[in-house]
């Protein structure tokens, strides 16, 4: 069965850009979770979707959002993109809303120059 | 404030010998716990878990224990093997959601 997927691995952006990253969850997985890992503040929640719904969100700037797809696709897009948002982003996704088991991707890498 | 940390950055251990790796959390809501092992250019993988209502599950080589008290947990691989050697992340959450907290990682060296 196949995993995470997550597009693109890698991207440069410049300052005041927007970008915008994806991510296919494995087949009859209901809940994307999305995640960034820095240096500094290590992994960190930013949002989840279940059911094309949004239904937890971290701690982050409105710049940050996300949307599911009824096939449970997931996007996030980062917009006006500051040099503190390179990071690796990790998607995730879970059968359920409660499972704790998360299943992540490879991550798509963000430069920001 | 980090509500979930590993004090320990690094750990490096013999094959065949414990490898005890270490985490705290200060939020007394939480009440899952999960232990993630992540190599490079790859996503955590999960390890196992816990729930509050018990102290110790094992897996295989891969026991975690709680000490509710002391808002504290450790995972223990026995016998360590060199493939071991990755980054481990403890993660903890509310009412086994998917919402996890994440401790900075303990990079685990298994030596031959």
């Known amino acids: 069965k196949a995993g995470v997927t997550q597009t693109p691995r890698y991207l440069i952006k410049t300052r005041g850009q927007q970008v915008t990253l994806s991510c296919s969850p494995i087949s009859g997985h209901r809940s994307v979770s999305w995640y960034q890992q820095t240096p500094g503040q290590g992994l960190q929640f930013l949002f989840e979707?279940?059911?094309?719904?949004?239904?937890n969100k971290g701690n982050f700037p409105g710049r940050f959002s996300g949307r599911q797809f009824s096939n449970s696709r997931s996007e996030m897009n980062v917009s006006t993109l500051e040099l503190g948002d390179s990071a690796l982003y990790l998607c995730a996704s879970s059968l359920g809303l409660h499972t704790g088991e998360l299943f992540f991707g490879e991550g798509s890498r963000l430069t920001v120059l | 404030d980090q509500q979930v940390k590993q004090n320990s950055p690094s750990l490096s251990v013999q094959e065949g010998r414990i490898s005890i790796l270490n985490c705290d959390y200060t939020n007394s809501m939480f009440d899952y716990f999960l232990w993630y092992k992540k190599y490079p250019a790859e996503g955590p993988t999960f390890l196992i878990s816990?729930?509050?209502?018990?102290d110790k599950n094992e897996d295989g080589r891969f026991t975690v224990f709680l000490n509710k008290s002391a808002k504290h947990l450790s995972l223990h691989i026995v016998p360590s093997q060199p493939g071991d050697s990755a980054v481990y992340f403890c993660a903890a959450s509310e009412g086994a959601g998917n919402m996890l907290t994440f401790g900075g990682g303990t990079r685990l060296m298994v030596k031959p």
């Open positions: 816990i729930s509050s209502i018990k």
């Open positions: 979707y279940f059911s094309e719904t949004q239904r």
